[in-house]
């Protein structure tokens, strides 16, 4: 049986989900781990946005977020709640991201960073490669998963202007429609994928909920995360959390907690949807 190697990350709004993101690395990833050394397949985390220098955070993320799906095109993870996420704007593109993903120019602007992770998964844009532009096949397993929003209506308008789009000139049920269109582009793959059933490429969407905990403080909780992947990588990460913190909202108090899936722990269906790509993908590893 020959040792596998698969790279795990996730693709999704950031300061929305810090709650869904310690829950994955301190739950879900070391699980999965375990399970995949026991059948000869090596898995890592990876975060692309603490690999990115402070300098170049905004003009090199797309480059190096579209980099690192392609660099592992076997699964892609992504949780969706009800906001849209940063969407950057030309100035916010380096040439060299152009250069090697030219079709971006037809969508930077109109659709937010975590949107375009989402179309490179599913449909991906043509990548250059020594001159020529070359076709990438979707990522193979797909797993998404679809905050409820029942939560909102526990919190405050202060506190929930951290879960959900803020206008900021815009019309805000534009942006809520720009979501939903951005969860249809997923539906409509799926049954894509379905018809074809090669076996090759699947798509998994679990809706899920969260419960509110006002004890918690969403400025904690990156700080958790962050060291947590420090544990990983073996190195600080000051510049990450500067970054950060200036984006977090004046009111940090309070979080969201418990998710919960088809009447289990979240974090139980995730494993169990990892391991089945996994499955799908390495039949050999798992034949006992």
Known sequence: ???????????????????????????????VREICQNHGIEVTYDDVAFSVPEEQFSRSIILQ???????????????????LGWRPCPADIDGLTLDEYPELVDYIGN?????????????????????????????????????????LDEITNSQK???????????????????????????????EFDEIDDGYHDIVIRPYDARWDCDLNIEEMMLEYTGEFEKLCGEPLDYFIWIHSESLPA?????????????????????????NALKK?????FKD
């Open 1 to 31: 049986m020959d040792m596998q190697h698969v790279s795990l990350r996730i693709n999704s709004t950031f300061h929305d989900m810090f709650g869904e993101y310690l829950v994955f690395i301190r739950e879900v990833y070391p699980e």
């Open 65 to 83: 977020d579209l980099r690192c799906i392609d660099a592992d095109r076997t699964i892609f993870i992504c949780f969706r709640g009800q906001k």
């Open 111 to 151: 659709v937010s960073i975590t949107e375009l992770a989402i179309m490179h998964a599913l449909k991906p844009f043509d990548k250059c490669i020594d001159g020529h532009l070359t076709p990438l096949p979707p990522v193979k397993h797909d797993l998404f998963y679809f905050r409820n929003p029942g939560y």
């Open 161 to 191: 202007s951290h879960y959900i789009n803020q206008s900021n000139g815009r019309d805000k049920e534009v942006l809520d429609m720009e979501i939903a269109k951005a969860k249809d582009l997923i539906f409509e793959t799926k049954e």
């Open 251 to 275: 009111e940090k108090q309070g979080g969201l907690k418990d998710f919960t899936c088809e009447g289990k722990p979240l974090k139980d269906i995730m494993v169990q949807d990892i391991i």
């Open 281 to 285: 993908e390495f039949p050999e590893n």
